[in-house]
């Protein structure tokens, strides 16, 4: 019998404990912010500008995790298991404070009003980390947009105009809440308990998705990918031992999505907002 399992026996060594892992444990937050900063490099072009708000920007989203652990949010034993949580997310905070303030110092003027914004949503999404409420539908929805956000200021630091800046945002924010409803609405049928809020949230995205299409307004159809793979996980939702190949399945649909907007800034936009 090992001697850590027999009663008196000493308590197991410091260096024995478990490493905690660091790392953001919602996977899909990983597309949900990689995918639209990269796609906006890609379809606008590297700046300096641009290439300190993705530094930034993932900086903050690699310090959440640490944040929850020092703060006891993972539970005790991960925070005593973790004793650089606090060092690591200071660090990462002043790395993204610092190469923000060189973004906020160096941008036009509506780049700056989209960083403030930025910087305001992300300290929202902090905010209801802390107090526990991420994990609800409102709380995703706002991480999502949080998240997502900082493709604005990379795509108008590149030259394009507010209101397409702003419609790229806007097809990011269909695409990802098309998926995160789709997915609780499949972890929601697992449990055998409603699903009824995703299906109508799904209806939403894609009757404004529709309804942006028919008013000939084109890059909307860049979420199609997106919105399809939320409707087949809904009418056909897969066995749990399969969600990790379902999340690699919206991940492509997500890089589909990217490919759709980096070609239409590329090549310019159809439609009344161009």
Request: with cysteine; charged share 10%; glycine share 10%.
């Amino acid at each position: 019998m090992n001697d850590a399992m027999v009663v008196g026996a000493p308590p197991l060594p410091t260096s024995a404990v478990a490493v905690v892992s660091l790392k953001p444990k919602e996977h899909g937050a990983y597309a949900i912010v990689m995918i639209p900063l990269f796609s906006a490099l890609l379809s606008v072009g590297p700046s300096w500008v641009g290439a300190a708000i993705v530094v930034a920007s993932l900086a903050g989203f690699f310090a959440h995790e640490p944040i929850l652990v020092a703060m006891g949010h993972r539970g005790g034993r991960a925070q005593r298991g973790a004793p650089g949580a606090r060092a690591l997310a200071s660090g990462l905070l002043g790395l993204a404070v610092a190469v923000g303030a060189f973004a906020l110092w160096s941008a036009d003027p509506p780049t700056r009003i989209a960083l403030i914004a930025c910087l305001a949503l992300s300290t929202i999404c902090f905010a209801i980390a802390i107090v526990r409420l991420h994990r609800t539908l409102g709380g995703q929805l706002l991480g999502v947009a949080g998240l997502s956000l900082p493709c604005m200021p990379i795509l108008l630091d590149g030259g394009l105009d507010r209101s397409n800046s702003l419609l790229v945002w806007l097809v990011w924010l269909l695409g990802f809440a098309s998926t995160t409803l789709a997915v609780r609405g499949v972890i929601a049928m697992q449990k055998r308990q409603t699903a009824v809020t995703s299906w109508i949230g799904l209806g939403i995205t894609t009757a404004a998705t529709v309804g942006l299409v028919v008013n000939q307004v084109w890059l909307p159809l860049a979420a199609v990918p997106m919105i399809v793979g939320g409707w087949v996980l809904m009418f056909w939702p897969p066995p749990a031992k399969h969600l990790r190949r379902v999340g690699w399945t919206l991940v492509a649909a997500t890089m589909l999505t990217a490919l759709g907007i980096i070609s239409a800034v590329v090549l310019g936009f159809s439609g009344p907002i161009a």
